[in-house]
């Protein structure tokens, strides 16, 4: 490890049966050996609790803390979180094991941090879950005339007398039962997790800092409602099959980031291959090397690999790591080593930079729910809509944050929410707020058409923003043919989701119209933009091909006063900046198969090579990491 440049290691997050192997014996001694071994090679720990992989004992001696499945049955012992996140009894046991690790670890000085549990994911449908989520709904709404009204339980008589009567919804309920349950998950979540943050940061010096490890686009909970407690955020990056899609791994870094709006580390990244999939290929060489510079680029201040030695039994015998069963290095490790030796060459360049962006692209938890649960045109994806927004809008910008609705907007000169489909007032007064104060708003399909009960609003789409905009949505489509789009981005073909929009106002401005198609959406308004005092609100009611996407993307940046970074560079070269108030770090890979030479606007810092320079050649998956001075810029 330490020839590899290895400078920190996260042990104990699946250990509960070596730390407790029986109820109330807590055996610590070999995690202590561990913590000072690594400190004799100049390497820190971030310490796992144990909470997602409970021992035999416990769920033996206590099956009320094994979760309770869709299809009623109880989970069973041999994998891993079959526990419930609700059950108090489970909770009392974690929070337990958790202090007792921070009382013997809060103030060791080889201790830099702590990761809560691992990957939350499932969630439990008892009995007693169910009794927490009815009390939870009475919190909310204090009496069922108002649930009722609210969520027109009327329809399909679906209304209810007593609160004991509401029952758990993942699938085919009542939109706003469906809504609130996954309401309810994220707050229990966010419990259960502060059940054990609570019990180390009394034990802990402030210093360690504590996150745990979530995963990308997962959306069994709101991720904005999770981490709002933790010190940074943090994911676990992992391709799976295939290869490594720079502008959809960019922008999940950009999503991990934007939960807590700042800096984030990556907890586990793929070591060449997993064991998880059909076929299980390997990265190419060199691309595990991009994919690590691709997590720095867009704000990470760590990078570390699942996992460092293969285990000889268990679930994950095939899974990648860095050193095989013998302990000896497998060929991965020498491109690890090099990623190691190139970060401890950058870390004082990079240290004290973040993402500075002007342009931000909203996300929000609500609306993918809801459209995923009435998607009307399979094909609808809304992550895919929000990627087909980003993917121009970074290439161009350099950076984009990706960020929730009811963040700060103040900053950005241009925000862009694509399929926003559920408003809240909060939300609702920001948007108006930010174009009001001048700033540059760009809705997307399927927008502001529900309120926080996932109902629908009695005005049009967009709902409370169509005043400002001048328009609204007359209906909208789930198309079976190509419908042609034409105007000031040119001409584009729309496949998935049209929307025929009406303009109330003289000072809106067409910027696109459908072509003969179905009928209803011959010659009418596709994408309309108005001013709003100093500021503009934009909708686009159509789907854009690749190529119009990136003239619209040019023209909202035109229109935000944006300017585009290093417009010149080829399209499989990917740029990704950090900053801040001394120095710019342009971080240039190469997703190619052929080389590229970029010629700079002017010369720049080369980091790992040392000297400066006015252009790069690139190999395909070939790093280079460029610095400036901010007045240079």
Do not use: C
Request: aromatic letters at 10%; hydrophobic letters at 40%.
């Amino acid at each position: 490890m330490e020839q590899a440049h290895v400078n920190f290691v996260r042990v104990g997050e699946f250990a509960w049966s070596t730390i407790e192997p029986h109820e109330g014996e807590f055996r610590l001694e070999w995690l202590q050996h561990a913590v000072r071994a690594a400190e004799r090679h100049h390497i820190a720990v971030v310490i796992g609790t144990p909470s997602a992989a409970p021992p035999a004992w416990l769920t033996q001696k206590y099956p009320e803390t094994l979760r309770t499945m869709e299809n009623g049955r109880k989970d069973g012992h041999g994998n891993r979180q079959q526990f419930d996140w609700s059950d108090p009894k489970y909770r009392e046991l974690s929070r337990r094991v958790a202090e007792k690790m921070a009382e013997a670890f809060g103030h060791d000085a080889n201790v830099i941090g702590w990761q809560i549990d691992n990957e939350y994911a499932n969630e439990s449908y008892g009995e007693t879950t169910q009794a927490q989520f009815q009390s939870w709904l009475r919190g909310k709404y204090g009496t069922l005339e108002n649930l009722n009204t609210r969520w027109t339980t009327a329809y399909w008589s679906e209304t209810y007398q007593d609160w004991s009567q509401i029952p758990i919804a993942e699938h085919g309920g009542n939109p706003g039962l469906m809504l609130n349950w996954k309401e309810f998950v994220s707050d229990t979540w966010r419990s259960y997790q502060k059940n054990q943050l609570d019990a180390i940061r009394a034990h802990a010096e402030p210093r360690q800092m504590i996150t745990t490890n979530m995963m990308g686009w997962f959306d069994a909970y709101d991720h904005y409602t999770v981490a709002q407690d933790l010190d940074f955020a943090s994911w676990d990056d992992y391709v799976g099959a295939g290869h490594l899609d720079p502008v959809r791994n960019g922008a999940t870094h950009d999503l991990t980031r934007g939960f807590l709006r700042k800096n984030f580390w990556v907890m586990e990244t793929q070591p060449g291959f997993v064991n998880w999939q059909t076929d299980n290929n390997a990265l190419d060489k060199g691309e595990v090397r991009a994919m690590a510079w691709n997590a720095i680029g867009h704000g990470s201040d760590a990078v570390e690999y699942w996992q460092w030695r293969s285990a000889l039994n268990g679930q994950e015998q095939y899974h990648g790591t860095l050193v095989g069963a013998d302990g000896t290095p497998v060929p991965l490790y020498g491109e690890v080593k090099q990623i190691g030796a190139e970060f401890e060459k950058a870390a004082p360049v990079l240290a004290g930079t973040t993402v500075r962006s002007e342009v931000a692209v909203l996300q929000d938890y609500s609306s993918r729910w809801a459209i995923n649960w009435q998607r009307h045109n399979k094909a609808f994806d809304p992550v895919e809509a929000l990627l087909s927004y980003y993917a121009p809008l970074h290439k161009l910008a350099g950076s984009v944050d990706v960020i929730a609705d009811t963040a700060p907007l103040t900053q950005y000169k241009l925000v862009v929410a694509p399929a926003l489909n559920v408003l809240t007032p909060e939300a609702a007064k920001n948007l108006e707020a930010y174009v009001r104060t001048g700033g540059n708003l760009v809705l997307g399909q399927r927008s502001a058409m529900k309120d926080e009960d996932n109902s629908l609003f009695p005005e049009r789409q967009p709902g409370p923003l169509a005043a400002m905009l001048g328009a609204r949505v007359e209906q909208f489509y789930a198309l079976d043919q190509t419908v042609p789009v034409s105007g000031v981005w040119g001409d584009a073909q729309d496949t998935i989701w049209a929307e025929q929009l009406g303009v109330m106002d003289q000072a809106t401005q067409v910027l696109m119209r459908y072509g003969t198609s179905n009928g209803w959406l011959d010659g009418q308004p596709a994408a309309v933009t108005r001013k709003v005092g100093r500021g503009t609100i934009t909708y686009i009611g159509t789907g854009l091909d690749a190529a119009a996407m990136r003239r619209a993307a040019e023209w909202m940046l035109e229109e935000s006063g944006v300017a585009a970074v290093l417009p010149e560079i080829p399209a499989d070269v990917d740029v990704a900046i950090r900053s801040n108030t001394k120095t710019r770090v342009l971080i240039l890979t190469n997703y190619g198969s052929e080389m590229r030479v970029i010629k700079l606007p002017h010369a720049m810092h080369d980091v790992l090579k040392g000297g400066d320079t006015a252009s790069v050649s690139l190999p395909r998956f070939g790093v280079v990491v460029l610095q400036e001075s901010t007045g240079s810029k």
